[in-house]
């Protein structure tokens, strides 16, 4: 019995020691892609592309820095890898006036299988009018291979992802948010966001999140006190039609 009872008490010994011996371990080559085209929790959506617009900003943003997350297959070096990466000529951004790399040689950290891109983007003047365009391409190097390219995310129509491109859209283009509710806001228009913004102390984003019916409401009534006030004071506030700034019907 004792006997029988040493072997089960060697059981999980016995089987951490197989379960070790059979683990595999990666002896492939080193890639590199970006992160957000992989999915590594169910809760992950895979892209290539991303976007950020000025418009929901105010005028004081000039510029702001975006990350750009960065992945690599393999063992982690004990030592900073530097990457290639290049910007095709049919990205429609300017180096040094839409946007520029805010760190020098891109490289991973020793130790690390993961970084990012730093990106200072640049609000223009032609972004009201235009969405520019950057591309940023990971290319083999003595570092990293690029074997992981795309992927078929759509079988009907054979369209691709890209593991080792991504696009960034850039814009100040302003179109009405989300959550703006015309009872409340009235007609949608850029110089009414950024007045809402500057008297009610909120982010223009915010008109992007979920909005309350009680927000709004909130919103909408101080706004149209303050236009009224105003117009009282002899300082009617104007659209750029020339026309006087309203709020909603519902909070008149």
């Given amino acids: ?6 072997l089960f008490a060697l059981m999980p010994a016995i089987l951490l020691m197989a379960c070790e011996k059979d683990l595999p371990t990666y002896n492939g080559t080193n890639n590199i892609y970006f992160r957000n085209a992989v ?3 169910s809760s ?10 000025f418009a929901l900003y105010t005028a004081a943003l000039q ?8 992945m690599t297959m393999g063992m982690p070096s004990s030592q900073d890898r530097t990457y290639k990466l290049t910007i095709p000529d049919s990205s429609t951004a300017i180096a040094g006036v839409d946007y520029e790399l805010v760190s020098g040689a891109p490289a991973i950290r020793g130790g690390y299988t993961t970084d990012s891109v730093f990106i200072r983007v640049k609000r223009t003047a032609e972004m009201r009018d235009t969405t520019k365009l ?11 291979n690029v ?3 795309d992927f078929v995310y759509n079988t009907l129509t054979g369209q691709k992802m890209s593991y080792i491109r991504h696009r960034l859209y850039l814009s100040d283009i302003l179109r009405q948010p989300r959550y703006w509710i015309p009872s409340h806001f009235g007609v949608f228009s850029r110089e009414k966001l950024y007045l809402m ?6 982010a223009a984003n915010r008109f992007d999140g979920t909005v309350s019916v009680g927000d709004a409401n909130y919103y909408g009534r101080k706004m149209q006190r303050y236009l009224n006030q105003q117009k009282l004071e002899g300082n009617t506030v104007y659209e750029a039609n020339g026309t006087p700034m309203a709020m909603g019907s519902s909070v008149q």
Avoid: A, C, Y
């Avoid at 992950?44 to 617009?53: L, M, W, Y």
């Avoid at 913004?197 to 909120?202: E, F, H, M, N, Y």
């Fill in 197 to 202: 913004v500057d008297i009610l102390g909120i």
């Fill in 44 to 53: 992950d959506v895979r892209t290539d592309s991303s976007f950020f617009s």
């Fill in 134 to 144: 950057l591309i940023l391409q990971l290319e083999q190097n003595e570092h990293f």
């Fill in 63 to 70: 510029d702001t820095v975006l990350k750009i997350p960065i």
């Fill in 147 to 149: 074997d992981m390219k």
């Fill in 1 to 6: 019995m004792k006997t029988l009872f040493k």
């Fill in 39 to 41: 999915q590594i929790s």
